[in-house]
């Protein structure tokens, strides 16, 4: 029989050193809880917020910035795709629809992104929270997470956010709508039609003249941006791009058009398959150049790879930090023992047995280290979820922190190992004679 009761005693006797001993191997294991957690959210969000994207079609370039412009909205240049690609890929029977993805400015720190009513629909099956979706070039749908009513304006600045680029004075967008939560970076982005963002940079087809498809009037760069000294714009010689925002500030407010092959290009386009197969067929068919398809959750794979490597590393010196405290606590209780061998021997004599003696010394022990490895759970639980706060706020993506049946096996795993380290203590106790602990 384990006298508990005097366990307890004990340990209030020396609470001071107990208590360091537990703080100890709570951020021990702490550490290790925090990085699994941590790297599970990873994980979790990222997959979540790449649920709605089945293929995503790019210019040939690098597959992992594609995903992480397009899917994450991360800042970064990515190449323009000629422009019959969308309209391409729009009469594609296999696709129920696509979305453009443009990028280029923001608004008070928000991304200002052009696409398609099909992606804030999902293709009519699905309306915004409030309001509807943008039918004009004028006109725009914003995150659940921007903090504007409808019916404010936007007046786009060029540039990502932080980068201090001019601001389009002479446009402005309508906020007519409001996405439902997705916990994804497009909470904090704001949507508006691609013709819109086109119009704005002097990309696209003019409506002067009554003609809606005069795709002669710009020339485009590498970049997709326009050449402001081409002859028919009429600039002057320092190539003000004001003068050409005024020639197309006119017909801002116009409805919206069809893609054609004439149009400008775009770093990215969203695609909804009608099928797996379909899906399958298209990524083959648009993965070679001047295209690349890829499907986000194969280059989100190999991410995990990664991050699946700097955790096992993390953890190994998680499990460091654990066996040097198991050592530290194995010197502290062998001191300890050697204070209490009169305690011990006085015990022995008055009846108590060998098995009494082990099972005291190493419950006390095990309950210490118990006491720590649940402290260090929760502390590795709070450690997590502070640091997804602090990444969701960046990135907007909802990281859970949640724990698993394998965290469950973790922790009886550092159980099974504190207990047969505190068999050592204990059975140093079990073999002392008593008469020589009375003589000590």
Do not use: C
């Not at 907007?396 to 190992?417: T, Y």
């Amino acid at each position: 029989m384990i006298p508990f009761r005097l366990i307890a005693a004990d340990l209030r006797r020396h609470l001071p050193g107990a208590l360091m001993i537990v703080l100890l191997i709570a951020a021990a294991t702490g550490l290790g809880v925090a990085v699994t957690l941590q790297e599970r959210a990873l994980r979790l969000g990222s997959a979540r917020a790449a649920d709605r994207f089945d293929l995503v079609v790019g210019a040939a370039a690098s597959e992992t910035q594609l995903v992480l412009s397009s899917v994450f909205l991360q800042p970064s240049p990515l190449p323009l795709m000629p422009g019959d690609v969308l309209a391409k890929l729009a009469a594609d029977p296999r696709a129920a629809w696509v979305a453009p993805v443009g990028f280029g400015d923001n608004f008070e720190g928000y991304p200002v992104v052009g696409s398609a009513t099909a992606f804030i629909t999902d293709g009519g099956r699905s309306a915004p929270s409030e309001g509807r979706s943008f039918e004009r070039m004028s006109e725009a749908v914003i995150g659940s997470a921007v903090p504007m009513p409808l019916g404010a304006l936007v007046k786009p600045q060029h540039g990502a956010a932080g980068e201090g680029g001019h601001t389009h004075t002479e446009f402005a967008y309508t906020v007519v709508g409001r996405m439902a939560p997705t916990g994804t970076p497009w909470d904090r982005a704001i949507l508006v039609p691609v013709e819109g963002v086109w119009r704005i940079h002097g990309l696209g087809h003019s409506h002067e003249d009554g003609d809606d498809h005069d795709g002669s009037d710009h020339d485009h760069d590498q970049d997709g941006a326009p050449d402001h000294a081409a002859a028919d714009h009429d600039h002057e010689a320092d190539g003000h791009e004001a003068d050409g925002h005024d020639a197309h500030a006119a017909d801002f407010d116009a409805p919206l058009s069809h893609w054609d092959a004439d149009g400008p290009g775009v770093p990215a386009i969203i695609v909804k398959a009608r099928s797996i197969a379909d899906a399958y067929r298209m990524r083959q068919d648009y993965r070679h150049a001047p295209t690349l398809a890829v499907f986000p959750a194969e280059v989100l794979t190999r991410l995990y790879a990664t991050l699946g490597d700097a955790r096992r590393v993390l953890t190994l010196v998680a499990l460091g930090t654990e066996a040097l405290v198991a050592a530290s606590v194995m010197l502290v209780t062998v001191v300890h023992l050697g204070q209490r061998r009169r305690e011990l021997g006085a015990l022995r004599a008055l009846g108590a047995s060998r098995g009494v003696i082990f099972g005291l010394v190493w419950s006390e022990i095990l309950s210490l280290i118990g006491a720590g490895v649940a402290l260090g759970f929760g502390i590795g639980y709070v450690g997590a979820r502070l640091v997804s706060g602090v990444l969701e706020s960046q990135s907007g993506i909802h990281l859970p922190v949640v724990f698993e049946p394998e965290d469950l096996g973790f922790a009886l795993m550092l159980l099974g190992i504190a207990a047969v380290i505190a068999a050592v203590p204990a059975l140093l106790a079990f073999r002392q004679p008593p008469a020589a602990a009375l003589r000590s």
